[in-house]
């Protein structure tokens, strides 16, 4: 009898690993990027400034999947801040196709991009308290293989990448892979560049060149490009409801 319910105890757990998908990435802190701009040359170079920006510097970044909802979650290592300069981005990625929590000066909300996930829309209800960022949300193929992502940035001009801004991606790795910059080792991790060159390197991520950006979940112009117009579309739909 005993061992039938330890069986039976087995089988649930089984089941209930089963029906129950949890990845996660942690992140070093005082990892963050600085792409600092000097004239019409911008070059990147870990920022220094220790404990100054830990608003966004991400601790970790994880997704649980509990039949077709998801929860994404990211932890910075201070409270999160509402400013229309700061955002907070968490990427669920499935091949090429992915979505995309956004946080902003207090709204919130998921976008699709790529394959069955275009136009997909959806606007989170209190998603942040202190610390964290959280998404909860129905995805259209449970049994995808997805990845977690995520990265924290804070702009002097929102939607101009080649103005001085900084970065913190997790996993560490992501920063290659979404600004296309390889460091150097003759340079101490700084690399001079064109802003020109910047913005063509970060929103080509099909690129196959000397940048190895061959990730298409890098696209930082399509999503500056459609949180601006996701959260005017949440602004409209919050004063309707007013």
């Given at each position: ?158 939607g101009d990448e080649t103005a001085e801004w900084w970065g913190d991606w997790a996993p ?71």
């Amino acid at each position: 009898m005993f061992k039938k319910y330890l069986l039976m105890l087995g089988a649930i757990i089984f089941l209930i690993g089963a029906s129950l998908n949890v990845s996660a990435e942690t992140d070093s802190t005082g990892d963050i990027w600085h792409w600092k701009v000097t004239g019409t040359t911008g070059a990147w170079e870990v920022y220094s400034e220790t404990g100054n920006k830990d608003y966004i510097d991400i601790t970790n970044v994880d997704y649980s999947l509990d039949g077709s909802e998801v929860t994404l979650t990211m932890t910075l290592a201070d409270n999160i801040q509402d400013s229309n300069s700061i955002l907070y981005y968490i990427h669920l990625v499935a091949e090429t196709d992915y979505y995309i929590a956004y946080y902003v000066n207090q709204v919130g909300l998921v976008v699709g991009s790529g394959g069955t996930l275009s136009g997909y829309y959806s606007m989170l209800v209190s998603p942040v308290s202190g610390n964290t960022f959280t998404a909860t949300f129905t995805v259209n193929d449970p049994s995808a293989n997805y990845e977690v992502r995520g990265y924290a940035a804070e702009y002097t001009n929102v939607g101009d990448e080649t103005a001085e801004w900084w970065g913190d991606w997790a996993p560490d790795a992501y920063f290659n892979t979404y600004t296309g910059y390889v460091a150097d080792d003759n340079t101490d991790d700084t690399t001079d560049d064109t802003t020109d060159d910047t913005t063509d390197d970060a929103t080509d991520d099909t690129s196959d060149g000397d940048n190895n950006n061959t990730d298409d979940s890098g696209t930082p112009g399509f999503e500056l490009f459609t949180l601006v117009v996701a959260i005017g579309t949440a602004l409209i739909l919050l004063r309707k409801r007013k």
